[in-house]
T-cell receptor, first 115, second 113 residues
Framework: EPEVTQTPSHQVTQMGQEVILRCVPISNHLYFYWYRQILGQKVEFLVSFYNNEISEKSEIFDDQFSVERPDGSNFTLKIRSTKLEDSAMYFC?????????????FGPGTRLTVL | AQSVTQPDIHITVSEGASLELRCNYSYGATPYLFWYVQSPGQGLQLLLKYFSGDTLVQGIKGFEAEFKRSQSSFNLRKPSVHWSDAAEYFCAVKPGSARQLTFGSGTQLTVLP
C-alpha cells in the first residue's frame, strides 16, 4: 500500500539554524500539506500546496517558513531561523484532490527539537 | 471558524469491553468528519470518515462512528476493544470548501488486560 514517507525521523538543531524537513507524498497525489503538533497540544494545520504554489496557509506559517517541491517526488518544509517554540512533531500529508471529500494521508512525522 | 471538542483526555477500558469516544464539532453547516488514530511513534492513520448519506459509518479495525446532526456529534465506537487498540484518537473536521483539517485535542486510550 502506498504511503507518505518523511525524513529524518528526528532532527535536533540549535536555535537560529535553518532546517529542512523532507517528505515523499504518495505518487499520484496532487495536494500536499504540512501540519505540526507541539507536545501535548493539538495537531495544527500549517500549509497546503498545489500546482507548485501555496493554496492555503495558517497564521502559524509566517515568513520564516517556506515550502517547495524541488522535483517530482519530494515536498519540503524549510524553517529559516529556528526558535525554541518550533520544537514539535511535523507531519506531512497528501491527497489525490483538494476537495472536502478527499482523504489526507499522513506520514510518520519528523520530531524537531530546537535547543 | 470551525472547532472540534473531544471532552475525554484519557479513557481506560478493559480488553473486550465496549468503547465510545466522544467528538463534538462547531460549524455552521455539516462538515466532513474524520477519525484518525496515532500509535506511539507512528503517523496519523485514517480510521473512518463521513461525507454524506448513512449516518453510521464503518471503518477499519472494527470501528464505527455515528453522525448526529442534532447533537453536532461524531462519536467513535467499538464493541470489543483489543489491547492493540491502545493509542491516541483524533477527531477532525473539514468544511466542504477548505483543504485544512481542524483536529480535536485527542483522546488517549489505555487498554487493561
Amino acid at each position: 500500500e502506498p504511503e507518505v514517507t518523511q525524513t529524518p525521523s528526528h532532527q535536533v538543531t540549535q536555535m537560529g539554524q535553518e532546517v529542512i524537513l523532507r517528505c515523499v507524498p504518495i505518487s499520484n497525489h496532487l495536494y500536499f500539506y504540512w501540519y505540526r503538533q507541539i507536545l501535548g497540544q493539538k495537531v495544527e494545520f500549517l500549509v497546503s500546496f498545489y500546482n507548485n504554489e501555496i493554496s492555503e496557509k495558517s497564521e502559524i506559517f509566517d515568513d520564516q517558513f517556506s515550502v517547495e517541491r524541488p522535483d517530482g517526488s519530494n515536498f519540503t518544509l524549510k524553517i529559516r531561523s529556528t526558535k525554541l517554540e518550533d520544537s514539535a512533531m511535523y507531519f506531512c500529508a497528501s491527497s489525490e484532490a483538494g476537495g472536502g471529500a478527499d482523504t489526507q494521508y499522513f506520514g510518520p512525522g519528523t520530531r524537531l527539537t530546537v535547543l | 471558524a470551525q472547532s472540534v471538542t473531544q471532552p475525554d483526555i484519557h479513557i481506560t477500558v478493559s480488553e473486550g469491553a465496549s468503547l465510545e469516544l466522544r467528538c463534538n464539532y462547531s460549524y455552521g453547516a455539516t462538515p466532513y468528519l474524520f477519525w484518525y488514530v496515532q500509535s506511539p511513534g507512528q503517523g496519523l492513520q485514517l480510521l473512518l470518515k463521513y461525507f454524506s448519506g448513512d449516518t453510521l459509518v464503518q471503518g477499519i479495525k472494527g470501528f464505527e462512528a455515528e453522525f448526529k446532526r442534532s447533537q453536532s456529534s461524531f462519536n467513535l465506537r467499538k464493541p470489543s476493544v483489543h489491547w492493540s487498540d491502545a493509542a491516541e484518537y483524533f477527531c477532525a473536521v473539514k468544511p466542504g470548501s477548505a483543504r485544512q483539517l481542524t483536529f480535536g485535542s485527542g483522546t488517549q486510550l489505555t487498554v487493561l488486560p
